[in-house]
């Protein structure tokens, strides 16, 4: 018991960015002088900078047997466009026969990712979620991870958001961040009927959101985007996501019959859980591209 | 006609990416994947995916080199700014 006790200690120390030996003065007076060891002679450093040519030449050999590896298996590969593929099987006919009376999207990619291959999408989403968690984890500023130096630098940056005077990049973020947000949302909002979808519109939002914050600084954005929301949004995102999709599951492969009905096609209210889905993932994504903006520059969002 | 224009576009593409892994500074580095990124965005909307190509031009133009930059100057690279 004592051993887990002090394994958990190690490990939340480690977690909270302390000093990750525990008794720390203990350990240095129990252990000896290291020896040095006599590293020297063939491999020291002026040695290893002289051998510049040969890793040069080795790098280069070891690009060119990979590349020729790489071309000999596309060399094997079926003729592009060859009626008799193994892609071209029924699959693609089904979907491209019946794609819009199953679905509901005339966007037939919007219809394959969010309908037929919803459940890759989720994980793709879970993925940029999980991305984002580990930017929280390392750079995120809290009272561990905290240097009286970068809080000056913090202030400094504040100071000039505030007072400085930017006049190109002020006017053109107040003139450009709506127009780009907008676009943004028009291509989530019509995934399913034109291209683009939840992913494409929701980059094009979080730019918009990037250009407004790098205008006008971080403090202007708190006023409606903070770790809060930030938080809830991806959790209620994913979570709609995944309700979405399991009653489609269930409903759909138990033949209960309690279909979503899918509309006219070409209706902006039509294809089912399409549309939601798409909302579901624009805001992750744009949630999440504005996180990494603002944890790499200020630690906190 | 628009083959000529691919054909243009396709020795760009490999030129901006011989150009991103021979450069030694990465600021220009960096200007020159955006550059990269434009080029393939117009590739993918000839080759008649423009979902693709808007995808492309966010994230590979737009909030890839953001994110580079920010790296940059997060490990004291970029000159003549407060970390340079």
């Given at each position: 018991?004592?051993?887990?006790?002090?394994?958990?200690?190690?490990?939340?120390?480690?977690?909270?960015?302390?000093?990750?030996?525990?008794?720390?003065?203990?350990?240095?007076?129990?252990?000896?002088?290291?020896?040095?060891?006599?590293?020297?002679?063939?491999?020291?450093?002026?040695?290893?900078?002289?051998?510049?040519?040969?890793?040069?030449?080795?790098?280069?050999?070891?690009?060119?047997?990979?590349?020729?590896?790489?071309?000999?298996?596309?060399?094997?590969?079926?003729?592009?466009?060859?009626?008799?593929?193994?892609?071209?099987?029924?699959?693609?006919?089904?979907?491209?026969?019946?794609?819009?009376?199953?679905?509901?999207?005339?966007?037939?990619?919007?219809?394959?990712?969010?309908?037929?291959?919803?459940?890759?999408?989720?994980?793709?989403?879970?993925?940029?979620?999980?991305?984002?968690?580990?930017?929280?984890?390392?750079?995120?500023?809290?009272?561990?991870?905290?240097?009286?130096?970068?809080?000056?630098?913090?202030?400094?940056?504040?100071?000039?958001?505030?007072?400085?005077?930017?006049?190109?990049?002020?006017?053109?973020?107040?003139?450009?961040?709506?127009?780009?947000?907008?676009?943004?949302?028009?291509?989530?909002?019509?995934?399913?009927?034109?291209?683009?979808?939840?992913?494409?519109?929701?980059?094009?939002?979080?730019?918009?959101?990037?250009?407004?914050?790098?205008?006008?600084?971080?403090?202007?954005?708190?006023?409606?985007?903070?770790?809060?929301?930030?938080?809830?949004?991806?959790?209620?995102?994913?979570l709609t996501y995944c309700a979405c999709k399991s009653?489609?599951?269930?409903?759909?492969?138990?033949?209960?019959?309690?279909?979503?009905?899918?509309?006219?096609?070409?209706?902006?209210?039509?294809?089912?859980?399409?549309?939601?889905?798409?909302?579901?993932?624009?805001?992750?994504?744009?949630?999440?591209?504005?996180?990494?903006?603002?944890?790499?520059?200020?630690?906190?969002? | 006609?628009?083959?000529?224009?691919?054909?243009?576009?396709?020795?760009?593409?490999?030129?901006?990416?011989?150009?991103?892994?021979?450069?030694?500074?990465?600021?220009?580095?960096?200007?020159?994947?955006?550059?990269?990124?434009?080029?393939?965005?117009?590739?993918?909307?000839?080759?008649?995916?423009?979902?693709?190509?808007?995808?492309?031009?966010?994230?590979?133009?737009?909030?890839?080199?953001?994110?580079?930059?920010?790296?940059?100057?997060?490990?004291?690279?970029?000159?003549?700014?407060?970390?340079?």
């Open positions: 018991m004592g051993e887990k006790k002090s394994f958990w200690k190690h490990l939340k120390a480690w977690v909270d960015g302390e000093e990750v030996i525990l008794d720390a003065d203990k350990y240095i007076v129990s252990r000896s002088v290291k020896e040095k060891k006599n590293w020297g002679g063939r491999y020291s450093m002026e040695n290893i900078k002289g051998n510049k040519k040969l890793y040069g030449f080795l790098s280069v050999a070891i690009s060119v047997l990979f590349i020729g590896i790489m071309l000999s298996v596309v060399n094997d590969l079926p003729e592009f466009g060859n009626p008799s593929n193994p892609a071209n099987n029924e699959v693609m006919e089904r979907y491209l026969e019946s794609g819009i009376e199953e679905t509901g999207a005339i966007n037939f990619v919007a219809g394959m990712i969010l309908d037929y291959r919803a459940f890759d999408t989720f994980g793709e989403s879970n993925v940029l979620f999980l991305a984002v968690m580990c930017v929280v984890l390392l750079l995120k500023k809290d009272k561990n991870n905290y240097s009286e130096k970068e809080e000056a630098e913090n202030w400094e940056d504040d100071y000039f958001d505030e007072n400085e005077k930017r006049p190109i990049l002020k006017v053109g973020g107040k003139l450009l961040a709506p127009l780009i947000i907008l676009y943004g949302i028009y291509v989530i909002l019509n995934g399913h009927l034109s291209p683009g979808g939840g992913f494409s519109g929701g980059t094009i939002i979080g730019a918009g959101l990037i250009l407004y914050a790098s205008a006008y600084g971080q403090k202007k954005m708190q006023t409606f985007f903070t770790f809060r929301t930030f938080t809830l949004i991806c959790v209620a995102c994913l009653y489609s599951f269930f409903t759909g492969a138990n033949h209960v019959g309690y279909e979503i009905p899918k509309g006219i096609p070409g209706n902006i209210l039509s294809s089912g859980f399409i549309l939601p889905l798409n909302i579901c993932v624009g805001l992750i994504v744009a949630c999440t591209m504005y996180g990494f903006y603002a944890l790499f520059t200020k630690g906190d969002i | 006609m628009s083959a000529g224009i691919q054909i243009i576009l396709l020795v760009f593409l490999v030129a901006c990416a011989l150009a991103v892994s021979l450069t030694k500074n990465l600021f220009i580095a960096v200007i020159v994947f955006m550059g990269y990124s434009s080029i393939m965005a117009v590739i993918w909307l000839l080759l008649e995916s423009p979902d693709l190509a808007i995808t492309e031009a966010a994230v590979g133009a737009g909030v890839d080199s953001v994110l580079f930059f920010l790296t940059l100057k997060k490990v004291h690279y970029l000159k003549g700014t407060r970390e340079g």
